[in-house]
């Protein structure tokens, strides 16, 4: 009986194929955040047009900004949302951008590593091209995928990447939430941050989340071990989980991050 059970269930993932996928992986918030709620939190939207745009920054911009740092999110919600960001990098004098997804917050496209890299690369070049650099890419969960996976494509200079709550490669975290099922069979999906970054000649910090229950600490800190040859440090939120870390940090510890990226500590 448990054997016909797994083999029905392993068929429904593989014909199901994408859709499966799309369903565990993304939870887009589609609709578009109104330009009321918007002005209350003292944003904007960024490379906008008519129909589209690409995400936000603060309405007043930093004046003379140590640099610029594009933020993709975390598989929940919009960017609207992570308004943090914003508030604790803008305070250490960073231009901040919150790079939307296709698909979410209003914007037109379809879900898919392919699409969101083709996208974000397209965000960061510019960005490149419009404020110049320092330029940094700053990833938080899904989008800790999205930002390794466009430093390890764009030609822009990348002075450093920031991955907060990342996992080494999808496939590792499939395969320890379903160990009884051929997950590989309906991942069209890799976001292998391993491979991604193996050529990546920037300055890389690793942050993972004492009490992370949705991607556990073990896959930041493989990822971590696998960049040996590359400019790294991590950092461990000890008591914070995948969604609260936010809580568990202060604007000491933005700075000790982004001077560390930046190279502006001595390590």
């Known amino acids: ?46 490379q906008s047009s008519t129909s589209d745009y690409r995400g936000l920054v603060a309405i007043n911009d930093v004046d003379g900004a140590k640099g610029t740092i594009v933020v993709f999110h975390g598989n ?11 508030k604790d990098l803008g305070i250490l004098g960073y231009r901040v951008i919150l790079a939307e997804y296709p698909a979410y917050g209003g914007r037109r496209g379809e879900l898919g590593e392919k699409t969101f890299v083709h996208d974000a690369a397209k965000t960061v070049a510019l960005a490149s091209e419009k404020y110049g650099g320092p330029l940094f890419l700053l990833g938080e969960s899904l989008g800790c995928g999205v930002a390794a996976a466009v430093a390890g494509v764009t030609p822009v200079k990348i002075d450093g990447v920031v991955l907060i709550t990342p996992w080494d490669t999808l496939a590792s975290i499939a395969r320890a939430k379903f160990p009884f099922l051929p997950v590989r069979l309906f991942l069209t999906d890799r976001y292998d941050n391993i ?52 809580m568990h940090v202060n604007s000491t ?13 001595k390590g």
């Open 195 to 246: 491979g991604n970054l193996r050529t990546f000649k920037g300055r890389i910090a690793v942050v993972g989340a004492g009490r992370d229950e949705v991607i556990p600490l073990a896959h930041a800190r493989k990822l971590y071990d696998s960049l040996a040859g590359s400019a790294r440090r991590m950092w461990i939120m000890q008591g914070a989980g995948h969604n609260d870390w936010p």
């Open 253 to 265: 510890w933005w700075m000790e991050i982004m001077d560390y990226v930046s190279k502006n500590d």
């Open 1 to 46: 009986m448990l054997l016909k059970a797994f083999i029905i269930t392993a068929a429904i993932m593989i014909f199901s194929g994408c859709d499966l996928q799309n369903k565990i992986l993304y939870y887009p918030g589609s609709s578009a955040p109104s330009e009321e709620s918007l002005k209350a939190d003292n944003l904007r939207r960024w």
């Open 76 to 86: 929940g919600g919009i960017a609207a949302d992570r308004t943090y960001y914003l």
